[in-house]
């Protein structure tokens, strides 16, 4: 009857267990789930050892940290990738328009100039040329505007970012708390389904920031972030701030905050969606907007001279 008993109970688990798979076939994050079973302890008689039926090991998931890594890895570079091709395509949409970009308006006054030298006397072609100019120098400062209104852009996404990403590393650091209690009652037993949901949230805070992770002894994860910055040590989470760069007042930096001030740490957040933001600011608009300026001066000392 006893032998009976554990088959029917391990019988049971694997039904209710597949059961369980099905059910959670479209939660995001959700691995497989296998039940494991041994045989019980055998017991000793003067005869020989008796079998005493199936007990049942643990309920293990179907994973795989090598191919989840390098599914977040592909994921958080592809977030990163499509965040800064639809930031830079901002800027190629604006200066390459063929009606109101900077080239239409360096031609049309370019050509006004033409014309005076062809005839200097033109009372009609010298106006030409003022109206050109006078376009022009509009062109400039409506080009400097929009590109002034990306920084104050991809500044309001950083804050939102790094809302987003503090509070992530909270939810972790609550998710690491519980997964370290729960199977420390449970007798060392992993907590899958708490485990499935960490490992949903991390792939979230990776979309946004690029992350690492490193598994502690007691099932809590440590969070790593840009070059090794940790994010999350245990159940505790660090908290990330932006403040006015002292480089360029018109962008953010980020750093972490404490009551000593905020330490930056900008240049080592290169993946996921905040990395392209801040390599969008740094690298393209920065650029874009001095070498706007050299041209207007260059076009404007030309002309003075």
Known sequence: FNIGLTGLTAAQAQLAT?????????????????????????????????????????????????LDNQVSLAVGRQAYLDTYRSEISQIDNLLADPNSGLTPALSEFFNTVQEVGADPESAATRQGMLSGAATLVSRFRALDARISKMYESANGQISDLVTSINGLATEIAKLNQSIVTAE????????????????????ELNKLTGATTIEQSDGA?????GTGQNLVVGNHALSLATSVSREDSRRLEVGYTSAGGTSIITSSLTGGELGAVLAFQRDALAPTLSNLGRIATAVGFDFKQ
């Open 18 to 66: 597949p059961a369980h798979n099905i059910a959670n076939a479209a939660t995001p994050g959700f691995h497989r789930q296998r039940v494991e079973l041994q045989n019980n302890v055998p017991q000793a008689s003067g005869d020989g050892f008796f079998g005493t039926g199936v007990d049942i090991s643990t309920v293990r998931r179907v994973y795989s940290e090598f």
């Open 184 to 203: 420390g009652a449970g007798g060392g037993h992993a907590a899958n389904d708490l485990r499935d949901k960490r490992d949903a949230v991390i792939g």
């Open 221 to 225: 994860i440590n969070v790593m972030i």
